[in-house]
């Protein structure tokens, strides 16, 4: 009979040493793909156990993904045996054009998104992988086709969307941030505040652990939190190519002053509140123009989204909005617009009690 990726991984793993408390399948309506409790379980426990020398270890924290990337290549070519020994883990990553991330995300779509600082620095870093490929970092590699015949700017920057999405950071004994590819561990989604149920360490011997931070029933989603660089969704979708409908609705980093795709800002919605540190008639002002310099009102989004009137589709520079690349990007302004308005009504609010409005 036909196995998965997903059952050949799970078993090369165990056959190695590791031990595996959890499936990987389907775990929403889009078919995402993540894992899930296979039984009913108490805090604390471990859900996977990974020996050490099934991590791909990549270069220290600072090291950009197309350095890891091309790292990885190397590490391949030059070990064929350990290679070939990894095979179940490479066959369970993403197949190629499907990580879609601030490397692999094509230009077209990407007015859909209105936002401008968002698709330009897509933009700017798909000029940069590309770059890497063509030899304009010769210190990181120098003639690409030279050295790897065969591998193609497409696969080059899939690789690269892979390792950014898929390694994880953790300290090594002198205590220095080293990223690593972990199998299995990778298949975990992200979740962040009360809906994170996993953590993931590394023991003193080098293997690694995860392990439940509180009860969870059987059948539900096992998550850990990523990096704290990912809170909003103009950052998830950058670095991780994906968004979410969060309760409360969030800002995107950007709408928060001096806020960025790269790091955690230091205000949040909160500041908006009552006696929080952003309650003036100048932020006011500021987030109203931002919500009215969009092209589209959420409304209008919404239609489009529902696709029963074609004409709809016209009416917006004929730009299509079918393929779940193209949905996402709708949704994204969508949600960023619903987080202004709220943030807004909340502010107006806290004017009329502080008498300024
Ligand atoms: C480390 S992988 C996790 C496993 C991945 N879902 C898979 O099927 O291989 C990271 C990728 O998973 C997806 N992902 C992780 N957390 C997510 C979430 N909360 N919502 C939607 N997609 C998520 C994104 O595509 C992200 O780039």
Not at 153 to 166: D, G, I, M, R
Not at 251 to 263: H, I, R, V
Not at 278 to 286: D, Q
Request: charged residues 25%; proline residues 4%.
């Amino acid at each position: 009979g036909s196995i998965t990726a997903e059952e050949n991984l799970i078993k090369w793993v165990r056959r190695c040493g590791g031990t595996i408390d959890l499936e990987i399948g389907s775990v929403n309506h889009k078919g995402l793909r993540g894992t899930v409790a296979v039984r009913d379980m108490n805090k604390s426990q471990i859900a996977v156990h990974l020996p050490a020398h099934l991590a791909v270890e990549l270069g220290e924290g600072h090291v950009t993904s197309e350095e890891n990337s091309v790292k990885l290549l190397r590490l391949q070519k030059q070990n064929p045996a350990w290679n070939e020994s990894m095979l179940p883990y490479w066959e369970s990553l993403p197949l190629l054009g499907t990580s879609l991330t601030k490397q692999t995300y094509p230009a077209e779509p990407l007015d859909l998104l209105q936002d401008q600082i968002l698709a330009a620095s897509i933009l700017v870093h798909g000029a940069y992988t590309k770059n890497v490929y063509d030899g304009g970092k010769p210190a990181l590699i120098d003639n690409f086709q030279e050295e790897f015949p065969g591998v193609s700017y497409q696969e080059f920057s899939h690789l690269t969307s892979v390792v950014a999405s898929y390694a994880f950071l953790f300290p090594d004994e002198e205590g220095v941030a080293k990223r690593m590819m972990l199998p299995v561990l990778d298949m975990i989604n992200h979740a962040d505040g009360g809906d994170v149920n996993l953590e993931i360490m590394q023991a003193d011997n080098g293997d690694f652990y995860a392990y439940t931070l509180r009860d969870v029933a059987k059948g539900e989603e096992l998550v850990h939190e990523y990096n704290t660089g990912i809170y909003r969704n103009d950052q998830s979708l950058f670095h991780y190519g994906f968004i979410r409908e969060h309760d409360p609705p969030r800002l995107t980093a950007q709408d928060l002053p001096a806020g960025n795709l790269y790091e955690a800002t230091g205000y949040s919605e909160e500041d908006y509140e009552f006696g929080g540190r952003l309650v003036s008639k100048a932020e006011l002002a500021r987030l109203e123009a931002i919500l009215k310099s969009f092209p589209t009102t959420e409304a209008e989004d919404a239609k489009l989204m529902e696709g029963r009137n074609a004409a709809w589709a016209g009416l917006f520079g004929g730009q299509s909005v079918q393929t779940p690349l193209e949905r996402m990007f709708v949704k994204y302004r969508m949600l960023r617009k619903q987080a202004l308005a709220q943030v807004i009504q909340r502010l107006k609010d806290a004017l009329i009690v502080t008498k300024e409005l």
